[in-house]
């Protein structure tokens, strides 16, 4: 089940200095999402750090919103076990240049794609485009971060 949750992030965890790929000012667009594996994961744990205009977060979260009902109603298998470990947390501190908005993927799906743009489009073809181009406005950056257990 995806969860929505206001949570308080550590500067640790935004900041942290594990390996990370940060992407342009938004996720790849319908067409190009199929060459990008950029949200695909080897490591058993993940998290994609979304910063969102403060004006824009709104309509990022309606977005998030329609990704969680299109992960809880799909039918595919693997979609389904990302759905029942994929948290989403939102930043609760105020004053920040932007709203920060962590997707906790734990355990990672191996190999499993984390893209929410081909979320959308495998589930909402008639919507993508249009939920595409809200995440692209709200969008400053998005920071890929694959985490491995140390203790």
């Known amino acids: 089940m995806f969860r929505v949750v206001s949570a308080s992030l550590m500067t640790v965890v935004v900041t942290a200095a594990a390996p990370m790929l940060v992407r342009a000012q938004t996720p790849a667009p319908p067409a190009q999402a199929a ?16 910063y969102v205009r403060p004006e824009k977060a709104a309509e990022f979260e309606a977005v998030v919103a329609r990704l969680a009902q299109a992960l809880d109603a799909s039918t595919d298998p693997t979609r389904r076990q990302q759905a029942a470990a994929w948290r989403m947390l939102r930043s609760s501190e105020p004053g920040r240049d932007a709203v920060v908005y962590v997707f906790l993927l734990d355990p990672v799906v191996p190999g499993a794609d984390y893209d929410p743009v081909r979320v959308l ?24 971060m694959p985490l491995t257990k140390m203790r």
């Not at 060459?35 to 979304?50: Q, R």
């Not at 489009?121 to 890929?144: D, G, N």
Request: charged share 25%.
């Open 35 to 50: 060459a990008a594996p950029d949200y695909t994961f080897e490591t058993t744990t993940a998290l994609l750090v979304f």
């Open 121 to 144: 489009s495998e589930s909402l073809p008639a919507e993508v485009q249009p939920l595409y181009e809200k995440l692209k406005a709200s969008v400053i950056r998005v920071e890929r």
